[in-house]
C-alpha cells in the first residue's frame, strides 16, 4: 500500500533531551512537511523540503531541525531549544504534478 | 500574505440534517483551496479542493463546496449529516507558486442523534 508512515504513534521527551520523529512515504513524492497541531490553533508548519538535501523554515522552526538525504525520510528532530513540545505532529508529502498534500498518521509527543 | 478564518470552531446538528461549515480566506493573489477532515488522534483526509474552473466542487462522503471569489469564501455543506461525520474539519489556502499551505482553526462538528 502506498501512503505515508509515522513512528512511533506517541512518544515520551524527557527535560533537556533531543527526540526524532520518523515520516516515510513511498508516494515517490519530492516535497515533505511537517507541522505542528496544538488544540484551537490548526496547524502550523514547521519545516518543509522540495527536493532532497535542501529545506527551508516554516513558521515555527525555532527549536526543531531536519535532514531530508533520501527522497522517502523526513526525520525530524525536537531539540531541548523546544520549551513547550507537547503536541500532535504531522508529516506530509506532494507530488511536484499536484498541487495536494497528503497526510500521515501523526505522532504524539509528551513531556515527562 | 494568506489567512484563513474558520468562523465556527463548533457546530452541533441533528443527525440527518443539512450543515454548512464556513470558511473564509484573504489573498492579494490567486490561491487553491482545501477541505480536510480529521478524526480523533488520526491525521488529515482531503474531503475536496478547489484548483481551477468550476466553483462548485464535490468530494468524498456527500460533502460539497462552492468557490465564492468576490466574497473569498469556501463554504462546506451537507444536506444530510450522519453520526460518521463527527470530526473536525479544517479550511486551507494555498497561494499560486507558493509552496505554503495555510490552515484556520478548524471547526468541530457534532453530530446529535
Known amino acids: 500500500d502506498g501512503g505515508i508512515t509515522q513512528s512511533p504513534k506517541y512518544l515520551f521527551r524527557k527535560e533537556g533531551q533531543n527526540v526524532t520523529l520518523s515520516c516515510e512515504q513511498n508516494?515517490?513524492?519530492?516535497?515533505m512537511y511537517w507541522y505542528r497541531q496544538d488544540p484551537g490553533q490548526g496547524l502550523r508548519l514547521i519545516y518543509y523540503?522540495?527536493?532532497?538535501?535542501?529545506?527551508q523554515k516554516g513558521d515555527i522552526a525555532e527549536g526543531y531541525s531536519v535532514s531530508r538525504e533520501k527522497k522517502e525520510s523526513f526525520p525530524l528532530t525536537v531539540t531541548s531549544a523546544q520549551k513547550n513540545p507537547t503536541a500532535f505532529y504531522l508529516c506530509?508529502?506532494?507530488?511536484?504534478?499536484?498541487?495536494?498534500?497528503?497526510f500521515g498518521p501523526g505522532t504524539r509527543l509528551l513531556v515527562l | 500574505a494568506q489567512s484563513v478564518t474558520q468562523l465556527d470552531s463548533q457546530v452541533p446538528v441533528f443527525e440527518e440534517a443539512p450543515v454548512e461549515l464556513r470558511c473564509n480566506y484573504s489573498s492579494s493573489v490567486s490561491v487553491y483551496l482545501f477541505w480536510y477532515v480529521q478524526y480523533p488522534n488520526q491525521g488529515l483526509q482531503l474531503l475536496l479542493k478547489y484548483l481551477s474552473g468550476s466553483t462548485l466542487v464535490k468530494g468524498i462522503n456527500g460533502f460539497e463546496a462552492e468557490f465564492n471569489k468576490s466574497q473569498t469564501s469556501f463554504h462546506l455543506r451537507k444536506p444530510s449529516v450522519h453520526i460518521s461525520d463527527t470530526a473536525e474539519y479544517f479550511c486551507?489556502?494555498?497561494?499560486?507558486?507558493?509552496?505554503?499551505?495555510?490552515f484556520g482553526t478548524g471547526t468541530r462538528l457534532t453530530i446529535i442523534p
Open positions: 523540503s522540495q527536493i532532497v538535501n535542501d529545506f
Open positions: 508516494l515517490n513524492h519530492d516535497a
Open positions: 486551507a489556502v494555498r497561494r499560486f507558486g507558493n509552496e505554503k499551505l495555510t
Open positions: 506530509a508529502s506532494r507530488s511536484g504534478e499536484q498541487e495536494t498534500q497528503y
